[in-house]
């Protein structure tokens, strides 16, 4: 009997090892199998992190352009000389540059707030020929020119000459119109003094050509025939053909004919 006991007793142990192995053996396998996807999402995240950091590379690459770039187009509309400014399609202010304040006294902020401050500040005479402009400029495909005067904010009259044209996104569609103005009141004023100067010299010219041509004069009496065949006097024709003014007197020959015998 303990012979056959042993001998079951043995038989149980066996086959309990040889299910701990197997369970062992499985133990294994699915550790095997975690290790071998740990390592597979190891690697795969070594290619993602490489990626990542490309494209955050890359990212901060055209970060960096296009920061550069704005920097560049700030550079240039920025500190333009000139009122440079952006009207979009439906008549809204895009941009104003600084120099705004430069020429009217109004701030950049002001005439984003109102794209129709140009015209609020606009000479009283020209306020019709901006705003006929304006219209116009919204239709037209060309570029176009005006000359107008504004009243600045310290009230001074200053001359302004306005240039703008349409401007296109690269498909095509229509973005507003860009357009410069620029201070151009001393050339006005110099304009206006050469023209006052012309003037005076055509003027100062037709009183000199008025003596500079053929005067018919009276071999005795002296007197000069006029356009509409008088005589008169020399003087009186000189003076009234000139600015010349005339006094009487007696020269040393005369005077010795008319008092020889006294």
């Given at each position: ?5 042993s ?32 390592q ?23 970060e ?21 400014y952006?009207i ?175």
């Open positions: 009997m303990n012979d056959k006991a001998h079951k007793e043995l038989e149980r142990r066996v086959k309990e090892l040889e299910e701990e192995t197997v369970r062992r053996k499985r133990t294994e396998e699915e550790l095997r199998e975690s290790s071998r996807r740990l597979l999402a190891y690697d795969q995240s070594i290619v993602y992190a490489q990626h990542l950091n490309e494209e955050i590379g890359e990212r901060k690459l055209m960096e352009a296009l920061q550069e770039s704005e920097e560049r187009f700030r550079t240039v509309a920025d500190f333009a000389y000139d009122w440079e952006w979009g399609p439906e008549g809204e202010s895009v941009y104003v540059s600084p120099s705004c304040e430069r020429i009217t006294g109004y701030r950049q902020d002001e005439f984003q707030k109102n794209p129709r401050l140009i015209e609020d500040i606009s000479h009283a005479d020209d306020r019709k020929l901006i705003a006929d402009h304006l219209r116009l400029e919204m239709e037209s495909k060309e570029a176009l020119s005006l000359d107008f005067r504004v009243i600045t904010r310290s009230g001074e009259e200053r001359w302004v000459a306005h240039v703008c044209q349409p401007v296109y996104g690269t498909d095509g569609r229509l973005l507003g119109r860009r357009a410069t103005n620029r201070d151009i009141t001393k050339r006005k004023r110099a304009e206006e003094e050469l023209e006052k100067l012309v003037r005076e010299l055509q003027d100062a010219l037709a009183k000199v050509r008025t003596l500079s041509g053929l005067l018919p004069i009276c071999a005795s009496c002296k007197k000069i025939r006029d356009d509409q065949g008088y005589w008169t006097q020399l003087e009186a024709y000189i003076r009234d053909h000139s600015e010349a003014e005339f006094s009487h007197s007696i020269c040393p020959e005369c005077r010795k004919k008319m008092y020889a015998d006294s």
